[in-house]
């Protein structure tokens, strides 16, 4: 098992609501990616976290966004929450060097429902 | 846009047998490409990775392939056993951030 821990572990919501998720990077590790899965499909990118700021974004509207602290954990804030977010959000973290952050370990991830 | 085609979607082989799970990039600047095992109601587990200056890189009963010039990598696993049946995802990343996955193939191993 990783060190990259998630919370909460699972999570229901109403439609238009607001959801804030949290990750805890591996020891030594200074970047944070973002992932949705879909039931039966593969983690789609959602943002990366590096040095406090987003490093790049995947085709996720500005209602999803993050959050890094200085000791390298995040956040995933979603507003107006609609049914198709519904998904496994998972977080990633990496060690970032000057070619780039490469070998992401995952956490086990927040079951989102909304309804 | 960026895109990782994956193929099968599903296998099955028998113990012993050897898989292969190919998958097409399409993004020519994309340069790391992991391979993850995600088992039922688990997080997606990195088992071998390569990078775009390395052809083939291999690890106990796991490989990789790498093809640039045609944009395509491939897993193979070899004398498969039950514990290798889990869901497998290739994945192309581009820039040292952004990671594209495939849609995963369910390989089912016999016993």
């Known amino acids: 098992e990783t060190g990259v821990t998630q919370s909460p572990t699972h999570l229901i919501k109403t439609r238009g609501q607001q959801v804030t998720l949290r990750c805890s990077s591996q020891s030594g590790h200074n970047t944070v990616s973002w992932y949705q899965q879909a039931l039966g499909q593969g983690p789609q990118f959602i943002f990366q976290y590096y040095r406090e700021e987003e490093n790049g974004r995947g085709n996720f509207p500005p209602r999803f966004s993050g959050l890094q602290f200085p000791n390298y954990s995040s956040e995933l804030n979603v507003n107006a929450l609609e049914l198709d977010d519904s998904a496994l959000y998972l977080c990633?973290?990496?060690?970032?060097?000057?070619?780039?952050?490469?070998?992401?370990?995952f956490g086990p991830g927040t079951r989102l429902t909304v309804t | 846009g960026e895109n990782v085609e994956q193929h099968p979607s599903t296998l099955s082989v028998q113990e012993g047998d050897s898989a292969v799970i190919k998958c097409t990039y399409s993004?020519?600047?994309?340069?790391?490409f992991p391979w993850y095992k995600q088992e039922l109601g688990k997080r997606p587990q990195l088992i071998i990775d390569?990078?775009?200056?390395?052809g083939e890189k291999k690890d106990q009963r796991i490989a990789v392939t790498l093809n640039k010039t045609a944009k395509h990598f491939s897993l193979h696993i070899t004398e498969t056993q039950p514990e290798d049946s889990a869901v497998y995802f290739c994945?192309?990343?581009?820039?040292?951030?952004?990671?594209?996955f495939g849609a995963g193939t369910r390989l089912f191993v016999k016993a």
């Open positions: 390569i990078r775009s200056n390395v």
């Open positions: 990633a973290s990496s060690l970032a060097s000057g070619y780039g952050s490469y070998e992401q370990y």
């Open positions: 994945a192309a990343m581009t820039g040292g951030f952004k990671t594209i």
């Open positions: 993004d020519s600047a994309s340069n790391y």
